[in-house]
Nanobody, 127 residues
Framework: QVQLVESGGGLVQAGGSLRLSCAAS????????MGWFRQAPGKEREFVAA????????NYADSVKGRFAISRDNVKKTVYLRMNGLKPEDTAVYYC????????????????????WGQGTQVTVSS
């Protein structure tokens, strides 16, 4: 089981940037694909980005392609989400999560594919 703690959220003006971090505990972090999801008030949790266990493959929601970048450091056991060109519609609580299955070939995007979740970090983008 992987324990996850997000940080880096905050209030930013439209067009600004933030970098979210997700620190993991446990010795098996590098075995699992990692994902970022977000949930706005009154909406379902939605996929944002994911990265394979090796870091060699990534997947992005269409709404963030070209603006967000996911990366990981398996030595530091941390996954990052760099967010540029932020828009008010990016306002949400952002969660990181670990895939339920180790060494997956396909980078998962469904909430149900991820088993360990952090507590979330709030991102607010003002217009």
């Amino acid at each position: 089981q992987v324990q996850l703690v997000e940080s880096g959220g905050g209030l930013v003006q439209a067009g600004g940037s933030l970098r979210l971090s997700c620190a993991a505990s446990g010795s098996t972090f590098s075995n699992y694909a990692m994902g970022w999801f977000r949930q706005a008030p009154g909406k379902e949790r939605e996929f944002v980005a994911a990265i394979s266990w090796s870091g060699g493959r990534t997947n992005y929601a269409d709404s963030v392609k070209g603006r967000f970048a996911i990366s990981r450091d398996n030595v530091k056991k941390t996954v990052y989400l760099r967010m540029n060109g932020l828009k008010p519609e990016d306002t949400a609580v952002y969660y990181c999560a670990a895939d339920r299955r180790p060494f997956t070939v396909v980078v998962a995007t469904r909430v149900a594919d991820f088993g360990s979740w952090g507590q979330g970090t709030q991102v607010t983008v003002s217009s």
